[in-house]
């Protein structure tokens, strides 16, 4: 890990970023706080492929129906616990 002082001009920048694809971790500080950490990524995100968890998710047929009375109820007990701490 390497601690730096926000750099004051894009050379600075660059050889930091040198530093971040050379595999190491950069915090950069404003008057000794640090306020930024960059960090390689080394494993960059795989591509999206369309369809490939298709038939995995299965969603219920009653899924847009109203809740369950005694289930609705215990969130609405809930809001009132919090409104009641609110006030």
Do not use: C, H, W
Request: aromatic share 4%; charged share 25%; hydrophobic share 45%.
């Amino acid at each position: 890990m390497y601690n730096v002082e926000l750099p004051a001009n894009l050379t600075e920048f660059a050889e930091l970023l040198g530093r971040v694809l050379a595999g190491e971790e950069v915090i950069l500080s404003q008057a000794g706080n640090p306020i930024a950490r960059i960090v390689p990524l080394n494993n960059p995100p795989l591509p999206r492929i369309p369809e490939l968890d298709r038939g995995k998710v299965v969603v219920a047929s009653d899924f847009n129906e109203p809740l369950p009375e005694d289930v609705l109820n215990d969130f609405l007990s809930l809001l009132d616990i919090e409104n009641e701490n609110i006030k």
